[in-house]
């Protein structure tokens, strides 16, 4: 029986002395300047990277061992299997080659920044469990609405002067997290004003967006309960440029009322993904005013671009808004996931988010002086997403980022002007931004409508398989459109002129193939 007294000790030392050191302190420096040198080497190569990979589904598991390996190796082995087997498979949205989709940039500092936060690895879901990381998040926020000239409403340092009715922000995953957690409080808001009991008054609740709106908004209004027959896509057309018209908008929402239903929220769109279409924000906001309905302005993309004064204009009304998000992950040089979002009372959320368990609960939290950002987002976790956007900030200066918005404009105004230059293709919705949105046109071509959508598809197609250009399409007025979108962080004018070369190239061929 002696012996029991001894064995927990000795258990306790072979336990402690097990010789697995995750974060020794000389591995980390050795495995981090090793994945420098590996980031330094795709950089510098990345633009002779085929930008689509030219990969079958399943490929990945056929070079990597299906099953996870029982004893350690050498971290050089990983970052082998990385370059030899993820590289290939990679679509490079780093390369200047890339024109698909709204821009994933990246930077040096962004990069540094979340290499620090990985490192530090808080989880500040309150001001006591990270002060530091909490009041950059706060910081770095009203740095960008000052950017951006939003009110002094919607920064989290006027109620903490004394000023304001409480506005302020929180840094999310993504746009769909943003429309989510408005659309929730939105909804908890109109049921309190229409006196329902608990939910029961749901069903009479409407929200509206114009059929250019980003899908994710369809699919946060079914998350947030919203009955699908009350969620409303309001036609557009050219008429507009492909934007919401608020003379519209009121008949819709006034039908509803007269219905019996309760307008309860309306997004607005600064730069739409099919044609970057913008939304009147004034005039929407007053329409919704109208209701006492809530309105959100998504400018995930082309928020970026009204740093810029000149384009500060389609934020125009902005004050009379409840909420706006953008993304600086998507043109302001901060890597993923950056989605900033504003609100003018940040009560509107928290009454609809808040959580308060036993075990967080704190002095700090309790004194009312702060702000728990747990309760501005769904999950309770969060990251240290504001290092990295404060450090874009704080080592580019705003003068740089407008320098780099601008010279993404131009850009696109180039390839804008070769487009228009060619009788062979159209433009087909005047050039917001940094997107250029072309076809072959049917007239002068011999081509009918049907034909041009079956041609412009194989010039798609054609231009990607090359892996020296990737394009993705849209559907503008029910014709197949291609997407031209200038912003990759390591873009320069020779690849903008050199993919025009190569579509006019691959144009001309796809012609001659048809007269043979």
Known sequence: MGSLDTTPTAAFADVAGGGFEPLNADDVRSYLHKSVDFIYDYYKSVESLPVLPGVEPGYLRRLLQSVPPTSSAPFDIALKEVRDAVVPGMTHWASPNFFAFFPS??????????????????????????PASTEMEVLALDWLAQLLRLPPTFMNRTAAAGRGTGGG?????????????????????????????????????????????????????????????????????PETDYALDPARLLEVMQADVD????????????????????????????VAAVFNAWVHIDAAYAGSACICPEFRHHLDGVERVDSISMSPHKWLMTCLDCTCL????????????????????????????????????????????GLKLWMVMRT???????????????????????????????????????????RIRPQGTDLTEEDADVVNRELMERLNRTGKAYLAHTAIGGKFVLRFAVGSSLQEERHVRSAWELIKKTTTEIFEEETM
């Open 105 to 130: 940039t990246n930077s040096a500092a962004a990069i540094a920044g979340e290499l620090i936060a990985s490192a530090m690895n808080t989880v500040g879901f309150t001001w006591q469990a990270s």
């Open 169 to 237: 922000g929180v840094i999310l995953g993504t746009t769909s997290e943003a429309m989510l957690v408005t659309l929730v409080s939105a909804r908890d808001a109109a049921l309190r004003r229409a006196g329902s009991v608990g939910v029961a008054g749901i069903t009479r609740l409407a929200v509206y967006a114009a059929d250019q709106t980003h899908s994710t908004f369809f699919k946060a209004c079914r998350l947030a309960g919203f009955d699908p027959a009350n969620i409303r896509s309001i036609p557009t057309g």
């Open 259 to 286: 219905a019996g239903l309760v307008p309860t929220y309306v997004c607005a769109t600064v730069g739409t993904t099919s044609s970057n279409a913008v939304d009147p924000v004034g005039a929407i906001a007053d």
């Open 342 to 385: 504003w609100v003018r009372d940040t009560h509107r959320l928290t009454d609809s988010l808040e959580t308060n368990p036993e075990y967080l609960k704190n002095d700090a939290s309790e004194s009312g002086t702060v702000t728990d950002l747990k309760d501005m987002q769904v999950g309770v976790g969060r990251r240290f997403r």
């Open 396 to 438: 580019y200066g705003s003068a740089k980022l407008q320098e780099h918005i601008r010279s993404d404009v131009a850009m696109a105004k180039m390839f804008e002007d070769a487009v228009r230059a060619d009788h062979r293709f159209e433009v087909v919705v005047p050039r917001n931004f940094a997107l250029v949105c072309f």
